[in-house]
């Protein structure tokens, strides 16, 4: 029973140390960290296995021992694998080192299955007599944990050395390879000599649990990495979205405001006043005059000229935060804050311009006005409607004193 007590013990410190790593699922990316999360699933497994061989060798369960012994065999084996998988993914590691490693953990993961199978038939790694349940081990059972210390070994050296040629967080990977691979090395040569004693156990958990203290700062960097690279992509998504939206809302003529903005900022007027929140607001509506005949006459590249010539115009005096364009000859400003305080000055001012190009080649820009009734208009159109047909009383009087236009 102290047997089954202590290994245990182990499972549930090597659980509570690693909680964060197996509460983690398959939607973790990083490679390093699932192959790691796997490498602690299977010395949970291990722990656990070991823990039912103490307790079927306590109360004699021979079959049970003897099907628990086989799972032991083929988790220990799977474990070595999982480690190797681990330490050529942790390590970043690539060429003859990455195949070396790779190649003996399947190799000895394949060989316990293998031998596993002989067992059954002829005994080669170990036997549970049926009848006093006694546990015998045989040479192929050494073999295999002879095949350990030499892949540890291996680590050992080669980790050692390649951490006194690297710097900061290499060179504690390495170092953490090798810590681990000596304790694993040290337990398992104690094991070979005495099967009895959990001391593989000790080793997985000591060097987990070394591990775990190594490991865990690099998990975090490595999310914090991924999560700088999740805000770098949605930074730069909301960035295309938002070039994307302005090429959408922009007039490639004027480069102000298109109709697409004008008739979402209509929408956003009209909730506005229906919720009783909408501030002081006024409506210009701007058309020009005589584009129709210098297109005829001069064709549609001098009529461009004019459309943006007339928006530079009424740029001057509105500004383009709130100007759009929303027909091919119509303009409209929708004044807030100082423009709208300053909306009648500002309308004289620019009406007084518009009547001095009386007999020059300048654009003819009819305007009308009109303001927000707070209660009385109930939509955005309202306001609009009149200052649309105050802009075409205008216009009439500018046919009159621009003939032709």
């Known amino acids: 029973m102290t047997y089954s007590l202590f290994v245990l013990v182990c499972l549930i410190i090597h659980v509570v140390v690693n909680i964060d790593i197996f509460r ?30 103490g307790i079927f060798d306590e109360h004699k369960l021979a079959l049970a021992l003897y099907v628990d012994t086989t799972i032991y065999f083929l988790i220990m084996g799977f474990t070595i694998l999982a480690w190797a998988r681990y330490v050529v993914k942790y390590l970043q590691s690539e060429g003859w080192f990455a195949k070396i490693t790779l190649y003996i953990g399947n190799a000895f993961f394949l060989a316990e299955i293998v031998l596993l199978i002989v067992n059954i038939f002829t005994p080669i790694l170990f036997t549970v007599n049926q009848e006093t349940c006694e546990y015998t081990k045989y040479k192929a059972r050494d073999i295999m944990l002879y095949v350990q210390i030499l892949l540890y070994f291996l680590l050992i050296v080669y980790s050692t050395i390649i951490a006194f040629v690297r710097k900061g967080i290499r060179r504690r990977r390495y170092l953490t390879i090798s810590l681990y691979s000596l304790v694993m090395t040290v337990a398992i040569i104690i094991q070979i000599y005495d099967p009895l004693l959990p001391t593989y156990s000790v080793g997985c958990i000591i060097g987990a649990a070394l591990l775990n203290a190594f490991v865990i700062d690099d998990i975090k960097e490595e999310y914090k990495s991924a999560l700088d690279q999740t ?130 080649d300048k654009p003819i820009i009819s305007s009308g006005i009109s303001r927000y009734k707070k209660g009385t208009d109930n939509t955005y159109h309202a306001v609009f409607y009149r200052a649309d047909k105050i802009m075409y009383s205008r216009k009439e009087i500018l046919k009159e004193q621009h003939a032709g236009l």
């Open 24 to 53: 983690r699922k398959s939607t973790i990316s990083l490679p390093a960290i699932r192959t790691y999360r796997v490498f602690v699933i299977s010395i949970a497994s291990y722990f656990l296995v070991d823990f039912l061989w």
């Open 231 to 360: 805000r770098v992509e949605v930074k730069k998504g909301q960035e295309e979205l938002l070039e994307t939206k302005a090429i959408a809302y922009t007039d490639p003529l004027t480069n102000i405001k298109n109709k697409h903005a004008y008739v979402e900022e209509e929408e956003r007027i009209d909730k506005l006043i229906n919720k009783g929140e909408m501030e002081d607001f006024a409506v210009v509506v701007f058309d020009l005059n005589g584009l129709k005949h210098i297109n005829d006459t001069k064709g549609h590249g001098a009529g461009d000229l004019y459309i943006v010539e007339a928006c530079h115009l009424i740029e001057e005096y509105f500004g383009s935060e709130n100007l759009y364009r929303f027909g091919g000859d119509e303009f409209v400003a929708i004044l807030t804050g100082e423009n709208y305080k300053n909306r009648n000055k500002l309308m004289a001012n620019f009406e007084k311009l518009i009547d001095g190009f009386v007999g020059d």
